[in-house]
């Protein structure tokens, strides 16, 4: 197992960059460039050429070596969600597992009793956070492959390979990671984001995905004389909410089953306001599922008066898999390099969304590879060292099978 794969890791999830929503400076916070800057000036040490923007978006290049028409890229973002803070990361490195439960930090616990998945990797290193705080495999895993990758196929010149991209992004987790990404200058024909979970798996489906902003307009008085006057803007998002299937709630949902995410919600009798996410794979679906929305903001309108409820609905991103099909080889021959490296490939949905999405659209078909992370977005985030080595087995199968792809 390559050590400075791991060492690398640990050092990038102990920088803070989590991404702020609704942000108006981009990147959304400047914490994030001090990551970004770091790998432009470690990869410039090592000796691939790169530059940053004035978006902080980080661009390298490494030549090829043989002949071949192919540039190949690998991408991966910077930023950890904001969904738990990422400042102050203190990983735990748990070498040879034995399966039981992992003592985090103010007494919580890494176990197998609510997380099973942790039985498949007995034997292997856990790295995790100490519970305080995310880990940030999503997407530092990803990160440190590629960095480590770079590393590799400049001291090891023998390996061949054709035109190499990498780029590094941030506010990925804020849907905004690719708003300023300048394909043309990334020059790839095809890449890859590194930003998948559990080893083997092997992503080129998506949501389509949109988020809806409600702002409920009450009537606050005094309770005592509220008799056909008051109008409780908290209860009118409840039945908004109500009006949904509750089956569509994501706790009920897998696989291509899409759902609507309730995310926030704050406010109180006068005035009340809520997020939510829509999401589902199926284009049909996807526009049946904003149109209920409306509908259901539309009825309580004409119940408690126009203007009560508004909706504001934005598209984030589409499902990749039109864009990807043309280039289908990108995804045979991720399988191709999977099963080379031992890895059984696991082609699967993305019950969410990645820069390749929005990156298909823009002309750089983007398959999406595992980083060996999983429970991302959460204190019990954790990735496995092991499957880190494999992913980066992975990717020098790929720089050697498309050194030869014209």
Sequence with gaps: MNDKLTERFLKYVRIDTESVPDSEQFPSSAKQKVLLNMLCDELNAMGVFAQTDDYGYVYASIPANVKSGYSLGFIAHVDTSCAVSGSNVKPIVTRNYDGKDIELAEGRKLS??????????????????????????????????????????????????GAIRIAFTHDEEVGRGTDFFDVKRFGADGAYTVDGGGAGELEYENFNAASAKVRVRGMSVHPGSAKDVMLNALLVLMELQSMLPAEQNPRYTSGYEGFYHLDAMQGGCDEATADYII????????????????????????????????????????????????????????????????????????????????????????????????????????????????????????????????
């Design 112 to 161: 197998p009793k609510e997380f099973p998945d942790l039985l498949r990797h007995v034997g292997q290193t856990v790295i995790s956070s100490d519970g305080t705080t995310l880990l940030g495999a999503d997407d530092k895993a990803g990160v440190a492959v590629i960095m480590t990758l770079a590393e590799t196929l400049v001291s090891h010149p023998e390996i061949q390979h």
């Design 279 to 406: 999401r589902d794979h199926d284009r049909a679906k996807f526009e049946a599922k904003k149109k209920l929305f409306c509908e259901a903001a539309d009825f309580l309108n004409a119940k408690y008066g126009e203007g009560v409820v508004t909706v504001r609905i934005t598209d984030s991103y589409y499902n990749m898999k039109e864009k990807i099909l043309p280039h289908i080889h990108l995804v045979e021959n991720a399988r191709l390099a999977m099963e080379q490296a031992g890895v059984a490939p696991k082609i699967v949905p993305i019950r969410g969304g990645t820069d390749g999405a929005r990156l298909s659209y823009e002309g750089l078909p983007c398959p999406n590879l595992f980083t060996g992370g999983y429970n991302c977005h959460g204190r019990y985030e954790y990735a496995i060292a092991e499957e880190m080595q494999a992913c980066l087995d992975v990717l020098l199968n790929l720089v050697r099978i498309y050194a030869r792809h014209s």
